[in-house]
């Protein structure tokens, strides 16, 4: 039997599926039947994943090429016995792992999400008895029962219905219940169209119905799932992979420099130990020690920012991937749309009436009569329309004190909003037309109907709604405008649907029948005909207005906007018109071209990137379709970021460069699988997020392009020491005070600065596009050729004024400072002058400088600082030169800053 389980089950007789899988449909399992399944298959719940343990994430902080640098670097110090150096080196090393741990800790809990999912009971055939027992003991062949608020506790094929409605739009993304059928289908129709099966994890919404578990824990669909989780790539994010690249390249080009170096020192017949001193000078000055740190803080920054706009970061580096987001795959339901059913039009009486507002709330919103208001109940028909919405259903909406919700089935539920937007007390209308029977919705007739006594008590009404071809074929006349009898017009009626249709509406119709003489209950036979056509309703599952203004912002900073939805594709089609994706809307008569599951599952893997790229709509898409859409984006180099709500996201959601997920409607899987969370499921904070991440990515780089030419006159200094057979003008040890002092209190500040203006307007980064340009690659050499000309001319400057060589270091170390300081100045923008905007717009600068000042004071004149880092007190002469040597450079980097744009294209 355990070849069987991951059979498709859809297209066979339900008697061959029972006969297959060995079950009883009287008695269902006995014992031991039980009990040898539940060996052969185990509990019905999800296998757990191990990940990586807390030691093996700590180790792996050391596993990189510029730490590798450093910890060789420590090592070759301590032998030396230079202990101070070897100590702070491994400090930094030490430190930089420390954050970087942190940084990792929150682990991913996808797949224990899931796992959660799967806990609940079922009423299960047992023995010849109805039992109710924990779902994990399920097996397959057991038969089960299902009733309205139940959860699907496993896979299964249904054998018997009664207007068994189920919510698959966790699964599936289907935005309203599907009725269930019993017969079986084609062998090719998609899991979203199987309507005689059942997925774990789904809700029963209204009906009855009987299965047979074929499948439990890892072979259900949500275990499938499961697995796409856990195979989908976890992808670098764009500033990582060019960090990493980076970090390469500094790797061996220090190390080509450092034997370079040594070499030429031992062949000038230098000490073999001031040579080796020299190669870790080298090493850890041409290391920008300050960068993980910096890196990880100035997201985190972006954290804190992004959270005070509704978007919570889970993991760090997604805060700089919306920055260079080009393409956003966006589910439909609860994600672009309200995740509520909306009456949009209303037609009564011959007449077309619109319905304002979106979603539950009643008090939002009113009905117009072409684009006007009017009084609703002017209108006869209308108001008989409305009416029978009320009246002929079984749901209820509620009011909390956060919002409007429907108990039952959000098609009915909708019917209430308008009937209280034209002023009718849905209380008041149940009190005078109280209801004597009903006769269910069943998938057979397509409608449901019901009995009440009239106001006066003096007769009997019938009310009735259901599919328009249900309703239209059992009418004889229809209502006029003014609530009167007149002749049945279906053609016009039909064509009016047709309209509605084409628009991605669901239409119901309604009708009425008034008794000649009372009965006792109704029945079919009552509304097979005479019925009076009173009118339509049609809604649909209406997009968020914001979510509109953010598509267009979206597509104002070049970013694509696609939808991935499993619902069908005219209603899919109908909402990308509406919202405008690409451009695309309702008004200008152009509709964005859509691509279903099916015809993605006919194209090949070159073929679907070429369509990926070209296409906006992608409908009834199964999960493992929406894994491989995301892949296809990125195989053209897209940096991808993917939305959603539901389990079906989930495996696209961590596949994508960024995954965002709903923090209100969101499932706790799709949740656990992003990258990100909106904590008020609305698209318009993706925008927001996005512009966070593109000022993080801007703050980034600016650090990058400051902290660099530091690291760069660093190791020019020390080469040109060596090749010219003169003392090294600064030691490791105040390399590295350098490094991560600077870093801490100067650079850092860079990453309050606030976002440039125009932010929004323009293309996202090409994510091949380096992190430095040709233009910021020649401010670095242009800064770093002016610290190594200042530091070593002071250098010797105080040599020859006979200064001692810890006073000579010392004026080095603090050129390196205060040339930085300066410089930091120039970094708050790399294309503006920092006076254009505003010299005290960041006042986080000026509170780093000073602390930056005392530091220095301290490591010059502080008796214990002196020993430790060999530095000695200077005079204030000595301070004049250093300060004009930094004045100078920021008027060098203003004015290449002015002069660039006017002599180059780039």
């Known amino acids: 039997?355990?070849?069987?389980?991951?059979?498709?089950?859809?297209?066979?007789?339900?008697?061959?599926?029972?006969?297959?899988?060995?079950?009883?449909?009287?008695?269902?399992?006995?014992?031991?039947?039980?009990?040898?399944?539940?060996?052969?298959?185990?509990?019905?719940?999800?296998?757990?994943?191990?990940?990586?343990?807390?030691?093996?994430?700590?180790?792996?902080?050391?596993?990189?090429?510029?730490?590798?640098?450093?910890?060789?670097?420590?090592?070759?110090?301590?032998?030396?016995?230079?202990?101070?150096?070897?100590?702070?080196?491994?400090?930094?090393?030490?430190?930089?792992?420390?954050?970087?741990?942190?940084?990792?800790?929150?682990?991913?809990?996808?797949?224990?999400?899931?796992?959660?999912?799967?806990?609940?009971?079922?009423?299960?055939?047992?023995?010849?008895?109805?039992?109710?027992?924990?779902?994990?003991?399920?097996?397959?062949?057991?038969?089960?029962?299902?009733?309205?608020?139940?959860?699907?506790?496993?896979?299964?094929?249904?054998?018997?219905?009664?207007?068994?409605?189920?919510?698959?739009?966790?699964?599936?993304?289907?935005?309203?219940?599907?009725?269930?059928?019993?017969?079986?289908?084609?062998?090719?129709?998609?899991?979203a169209d199987r309507l005689n099966m059942t997925y774990a994890s789904s809700l029963v919404t209204y009906g009855q119905g009987k299965g047979i578990v074929t499948a439990t824990g890892d072979h259900t669909e949500v275990g499938r799932i499961s697995e796409l989780i856990a195979s989908a790539d976890e992808l670098a994010t764009p500033l990582t992979r060019k960090i990493?690249?980076?970090?390469?390249?500094?790797?061996?080009?220090?190390?080509?420099?450092?034997?370079?170096?040594?070499?030429?020192?031992?062949?000038?017949?230098?000490?073999?130990?001031?040579?080796?001193?020299?190669?870790?000078?080298?090493?850890?000055?041409?290391?920008?020690?300050?960068?993980?740190?910096?890196?990880?803080?100035?997201?985190?920054?972006?954290?804190?920012?992004?959270?005070?706009?509704?978007?919570?970061?889970?993991?760090?580096?997604?805060?700089?991937?919306?920055?260079?987001?080009?393409?956003?795959?966006?589910?439909?339901?609860?994600?672009?749309?309200?995740?509520q059913m909306t009456v949009q039009k209303i037609m009564a009486g011959g007449i077309e009436y619109?319905?304002?507002?979106?979603?539950?709330?009643?008090?939002?919103?009113?009905?117009l009569q072409e684009g006007n208001s009017f009084d609703p109940g002017s209108s006869p028909a209308l108001v008989e329309c409305l009416r029978a919405g009320i009246l002929c259903n079984d749901s209820l909406l509620l009011s909390t004190d956060k919002e409007w919700r429907v108990q039952g089935d959000p098609t009915e539920g909708a019917l209430f909003v308008p009937a209280i937007k034209g002023g009718i007390d849905l209380a008041e209308q149940k009190s005078r037309f109280p209801r004597l029977d009903v006769l269910p919705f069943e998938s057979e007739h397509q409608y449901m109907a019901t009995l009440h006594k009239s106001e006066d008590n003096s007769k009997q009404l019938i009310y009735i709604k259901g599919a328009v071809e249900a309703v239209l074929a059992r009418c004889a006349s229809q209502l006029d405008a003014g609530g009167s009898?007149?002749?049945?017009?279906?053609?016009?009626?039909?064509?009016?649907?047709?309209?509605?249709?084409?628009?991605?509406?669901?239409?119901?119709?309604?009708?009425?029948?008034?008794?000649?003489?009372?009965?006792?209950?109704?029945?079919?036979?009552?509304?097979?005909?005479?019925?009076?056509?009173?009118?339509?309703?049609?809604?649909?599952?209406?997009?968020?207005?914001?979510?509109?203004?953010?598509?267009?912002?979206?597509?104002n900073a070049g970013i694509s906007v696609k939808m991935i939805t499993g619902d069908h594709a005219v209603t899919a089609a109908a909402i990308a018109g509406q919202i405008g994706l690409d451009g695309m809307t309702t008004e200008n008569g152009a509709m964005p071209r859509v691509l279903t599951g099916r015809d993605l599952a006919a194209l090949s893997d070159r073929e679907l990137i070429e369509q990926a790229e070209k296409t906006s709509v992608f409908a009834r898409v199964a999960p493992e379709q929406k894994l491989r859409l995301v892949a296809a984006l990125q195989s053209r180099g897209h940096v991808?970021?993917?939305?959603?709500?539901?389990?079906?996201?989930?495996?696209?959601?961590?596949?994508?460069?960024?995954?965002?997920?709903?923090?209100?409607?969101?499932?706790?899987?799709?949740?656990?699988?992003?990258?990100?969370?909106?904590t008020d499921d609305n698209f318009s904070s993706i925008e927001a997020a996005v512009e966070e991440g593109r000022g993080v990515f801007d703050n980034l780089t600016k650090f990058i392009v400051w902290t660099l030419p530091t690291n760069l006159g660093e190791g020019l200094v020390i080469m040109a020491a060596i090749f010219f057979g003169a003392t090294l003008p600064i030691l490791p040890v105040q390399i590295l005070w350098i490094n991560m002092t600077?870093?801490?209190?100067?650079?850092?500040?860079?990453?309050?600065?606030?976002?440039?203006?125009?932010?929004?307007?323009?293309?996202?980064?090409?994510?091949?596009?380096?992190?430095?340009?040709?233009?910021?690659?020649?401010?670095?050499?242009?800064?770093?050729?002016?610290?190594?000309?200042?530091?070593?001319?002071?250098?010797?400057?105080?040599?020859?004024?006979?200064?001692?060589?810890?006073?000579?270091?010392t004026v080095a170390v603090n050129v390196f400072v205060v040339m930085e300081l300066f410089y930091l100045f120039n970094c708050r923008s790399l294309t503006k002058s920092v006076f254009q905007l505003g010299f005290f717009s960041n006042m986080w600068v000026f509170g780093g400088v000073?602390?930056?000042?005392?530091f220095q004071l301290v490591y010059t004149y502080l008796p214990v600082m002196n020993r430790l880092f060999q530095s000695a007190p200077i005079d204030f002469g000595a301070w004049a030169r250093i300060v004009a040597a930094g004045l100078l450079a920021f008027l060098i980097v203003e004015a290449e800053k002015w002069l660039r744009p006017r002599f180059s294209n780039e």
């Open 850 to 854: 000073a602390i930056m000042l005392l």
């Open 640 to 678: 991808v970021a993917m939305t959603g709500d539901g389990v079906n996201d989930a495996p696209a959601l961590k596949q994508a460069d960024i995954g965002v997920a709903m923090g209100i409607t969101g499932t706790e899987v799709s949740k656990e699988a992003a990258d990100m969370v909106l």
């Open 244 to 339: 990493a690249h980076f970090s390469h390249i500094l790797l061996y080009a220090i190390l080509a420099l450092t034997v370079l170096t040594v070499a030429v020192g031992i062949l000038r017949g230098q000490a073999p130990f001031d040579m080796f001193m020299a190669a870790v000078a080298l090493a850890v000055g041409a290391i920008p020690e300050g960068l993980p740190a910096a890196v990880t803080i100035t997201l985190a920054i972006g954290v804190s920012r992004m959270a005070k706009r509704r978007a919570i970061i889970r993991k760090l580096p997604a805060v700089e991937t919306l920055g260079s987001t080009t393409v956003i795959c966006s589910d439909k339901t609860g994600t672009l749309t309200e995740n």
């Open 1 to 191: 039997m355990s070849s069987l389980i991951d059979k498709h089950w859809h297209h066979l007789p339900k008697e061959e599926v029972v006969d297959l899988l060995d079950g009883n449909l009287e008695k269902g399992l006995d014992q031991f039947e039980i009990k040898h399944l539940q060996e052969t298959f185990g509990p019905n719940a999800l296998t757990a994943k191990k990940g990586k343990g807390p030691l093996k994430r700590f180790l792996l902080q050391f596993h990189q090429p510029l730490i590798y640098i450093l910890i060789v670097s420590g090592i070759i110090t301590a032998l030396l016995q230079e202990w101070v150096d070897s100590g702070v080196i491994f400090g930094v090393v030490l430190v930089n792992a420390i954050i970087g741990y942190i940084q990792e800790a929150k682990a991913v809990n996808a797949l224990a999400a899931l796992a959660r999912t799967m806990t609940t009971e079922a009423t299960v055939l047992r023995q010849g008895e109805k039992k109710h027992i924990p779902a994990t003991e399920l097996v397959p062949g057991d038969i089960v029962l299902l009733a309205s608020g139940d959860k699907v506790p496993a896979d299964m094929r249904l054998l018997a219905v009664k207007d068994l409605r189920v919510d698959e739009s966790a699964l599936t993304g289907e935005s309203l219940p599907v009725e269930k059928k019993e017969g079986e289908l084609d062998h090719d129709t998609l899991p």
């Open 485 to 555: 009898g007149s002749a049945l017009d279906a053609d016009t009626i039909i064509h009016q649907v047709e309209h509605m249709a084409e628009m991605g509406l669901r239409v119901l119709a309604f009708a009425e029948k008034e008794l000649a003489a009372a009965i006792d209950g109704i029945s079919h036979d009552d509304v097979r005909s005479d019925l009076v056509f009173i009118g339509l309703m049609a809604m649909m599952d209406p997009p968020r207005a914001e979510a509109i203004q953010a598509v267009k912002a979206c597509r």
């Open 354 to 367: 619109n319905v304002t507002g979106a979603g539950y709330n009643p008090l939002t919103g009113k009905i």
């Open 742 to 809: 600077t870093a801490g209190f100067l650079g850092l500040m860079l990453a309050f600065e606030p976002k440039e203006p125009g932010i929004m307007t323009r293309m996202p980064r090409d994510p091949k596009t380096p992190i430095l340009t040709n233009t910021l690659i020649g401010r670095i050499l242009l800064v770093g050729g002016l610290l190594l000309v200042a530091s070593f001319a002071l250098f010797q400057w105080e040599l020859a004024r006979g200064a001692d060589i810890a006073q000579a270091r």
